[in-house]
């Protein structure tokens, strides 16, 4: 009766449990009587089939499910082998990756155990594929970080160079390093997201202060410069008007022009060199006609050009005139070297005649250019003293 009942017992194994204890029991108890001792052993026989049958489907049934779960665990084992981390190349990428493995993580949970042999070494491989991503993120974050860092301290290399130099009034040249700035800033990657629009406010505004700057101040030159092209345009008329004049003091107007043309600023650059062609042509036209020789001319135009030199550079007037008595100098030593090697030439040879002749030509070309230095320099001396 004990028997029958445990094999309605719901608890597999506290009934096969029982069931020993129930055959210990039996083996111990003596003899029945003859006539019900089969009936009895029969019926005890057949509860104890129910209860092992029981028990061994149950562990049939556990094993068909640590089965299964084996089979689920390596599924999630190969879904997460297959993830190629090769192509991730953002955060949002790596952080796409990481809940995918987050939700294997979290299936993974809810499956019960493999089958002992197995379960160890399935959960050892899930754990090291989890280790070994989470390890390269880990790798990936660190390098990007330096990266952000490296590019944080080159931007701000950038502002700090376009905010020295938004004051600037050197226009073309400033200009030129701001536009490479600009160039060198796209060419940086990221920086860390809390320092971007900062750093990028105060570049953008460093470089529009310039600009905007430069634009009204060029405005203000291209107006000038209008100005001074009329004037220069003015001259040159009356230089033609004086081209067909004839007259005692022709020559003292053409200076006079002359020194009010170099007294004039800057042009339009694109009207620089007409404008400066025809003037030439011009003066050289009524030189010519006067008689005046090109190193009076070339003397002439120095001599206008000092007071300029003077106003717009500090010392240039004792530079140029140091650079000039250098010059005096080599060409003097140059006209020496010259005539010491006519001397040693054979003058009886027609090459040596021919060569002593083109010597002497260029003897006498440079004692020209020798005299014309000297008067600059006689000019410049005469300059320095009446500025002091």
């Known amino acids: 009766q004990q028997a029958e009942a445990l ?21 111990e108890t003596g003899p029945v009587a003859k006539e019900i001792r089969e009936d009895v052993w029969a019926k005890f026989k057949e509860a104890s089939t129910v209860i ?13 499910r640590e089965e299964e779960n084996l089979t689920k665990k390596t599924a999630l084992c190969e879904q997460l082998e297959a993830f190629d981390t090769e192509g991730l190349k953002s955060f949002a990428d790596w952080d796409g990756i990481t809940q995918k493995i987050k939700d294997l993580q979290a299936e993974w949970k809810t499956i019960g155990f493999a089958p002992q042999k197995m379960n160890t070494a399935i959960f050892e491989r ?8 989470f390890e390269k993120k880990n790798a990936f974050f660190k390098n990007v970080k330096e990266e952000l860092n490296t ?10 160079k376009a905010e020295s130099l938004m004051e600037s009034t050197d226009w073309r040249s400033t200009g030129d390093i701001l536009i490479n700035l600009q160039k060198q800033w796209k060419e940086i990657g990221n920086v860390p997201r809390k320092y971007s629009e900062d750093l990028w406010k105060r570049f953008t505004a460093a470089c529009d202060h310039f600009f905007e700057a430069r634009q009204v101040a060029t405005a203000d030159v291209r107006n000038e410069e209008k100005a001074n092209k009329e004037q220069k345009l003015g001259i040159i008329e009356q230089l033609k008007q004086l081209a067909e004049t004839q007259g005692e003091n022709v020559i003292s107007q053409v200076k006079e022009l002359q020194q009010k043309w170099s007294e004039v600023g800057h042009v339009p650059f694109r009207d620089k060199e007409t404008l400066y062609k025809e003037y030439r042509a011009l003066c050289d ?17 120095f001599r206008k050009n000092l007071a300029s030199k003077m106003e717009n550079a500090g010392n240039s007037l004792d530079n140029e005139r140091q650079r000039m008595q250098k010059a005096y100098e080599r060409m003097l030593a140059e006209i020496k070297t010259y005539e010491n090697n006519i001397g040693f030439l054979n003058a009886g040879s027609k090459k040596g005649n021919s060569l ?10 440079l004692r020209d250019e020798l005299n014309l230095l000297a008067q600059k320099i006689r000019a410049v001396d005469e300059q320095m003293t009446s500025e002091e």
């Open 7 to 27: 094999a309605e017992n719901p608890d597999v194994l506290q009934a096969f449990n029982q069931l020993q204890t129930l055959h210990q029991e039996w083996k």
């Open 52 to 64: 092992n049958k029981k028990h061994q489907a149950y562990f049939d049934a556990i094993k068909a």
């Open 126 to 133: 899930f754990r090291q594929g989890c280790d070994a991503f």
């Open 151 to 160: 590019n944080l301290a080159k931007k701000k290399e950038l502002v700090e």
């Open 285 to 301: 036209k009524i030189y010519d006609a006067y008689g005046v020789s090109q190193a009076q001319r070339r003397l002439n135009n």
């Open 356 to 365: 002593v002749e083109a010597m002497n030509k260029k003897v006498e070309k």
